[in-house]
């Protein structure tokens, strides 16, 4: 297995690699769509939703949680799920700042 070489990069390229990495698979997407949708829920409603069995969505909620892109917080038995505002306000920031430097630089590109 090769290095990642991560340690080279700053904490903050880290994050939104990590990010972008949770984003990059359409269950994921789903279950970030249908979360803004109900707001909160269960891993059980969500496997309602979507075409994945119990564990896959568990596994996807996981990723999402350790990526910090939603939260959750022990209800009982089941742990009700939610979208993590900071963690998208990081990924706001980034495109934010990337959008504002193509305009200042009008695009001028090859």
Wanted: charged share 25%.
């Amino acid at each position: 297995m090769g290095i990642t070489k991560s340690d080279k990069f700053t904490e903050k390229q880290n994050e939104l690699a990590i990010m972008a990495k949770a984003l990059g698979h359409p269950a994921r997407i789903a279950i970030i769509e249908y979360l803004l949708k109900v707001n909160a829920c269960i891993c059980g409603d969500i496997v309602g939703e979507l075409p994945l069995a119990q564990p896959t969505v568990s596994q996807h909620l996981k990723e999402l949680k350790n990526a910090g892109l939603i939260k959750g917080s022990i209800e009982g038995t089941a742990i009700c799920y939610c979208i993590d505002e900071e963690g998208f306000g990081k990924i706001k920031s980034f495109f934010d700042y990337v959008q504002d430097t193509l305009i200042e630089k009008k695009n001028n590109c090859c």
